[in-house]
């Protein structure tokens, strides 16, 4: 359990600091890289997928927390948009977990079962 944790945390560290360097194209990369690295692990794809939400989330309120004012702007861009504040966030993040989610599983489809263990 305690592996389990320090590789979703070690992989939530990846997604941040890749969307951080690169932007969003970061998020599908580590993802099929993780779905690569790790085929044959259980929920592959959902373990990417909250990794990549969670590096979102931090990215979105960690700045709020130093005085960033993401709220309220998230808020006036929602009223510019024309839609709800709800639906701007929601969008946010179902973008990244999307992303995440469908690269780990594609890879890990493509590679194929671990066969080394037989």
């Known amino acids: 359990m305690t592996r389990t944790l320090l590789r979703l945390a070690l992989l939530t560290v990846a997604f941040a600091l890749g969307t951080y360097a690169f932007g969003w194209w970061a998020v599908p990369a ?46 006036r861009l929602s009223a510019a948009m024309r839609v709800p504040a709800w639906a701007l966030w929601t969008a946010e993040c179902a ?23 037989h």
Do not use: C, E, K
């Not at 794809?45 to 130093?66: E, N």
């Not at 973008?95 to 263990?117: E, V």
């Open 95 to 117: 973008f990244p977990l999307a992303l995440a989610w469908s690269a780990a599983a594609l890879a890990a489809a493509l590679r194929g079962p671990d066969r080394s263990a």
């Open 30 to 75: 580590v993802a099929a890289a993780w779905g690569l690295m790790n085929p044959a692990a259980p929920r592959t794809a959902v373990r990417a997928a909250t990794a990549a939400l969670v590096a979102w989330l931090l990215l979105l309120f960690v700045p709020q927390i130093f005085g960033a004012p993401i709220v309220p702007f998230g808020i």
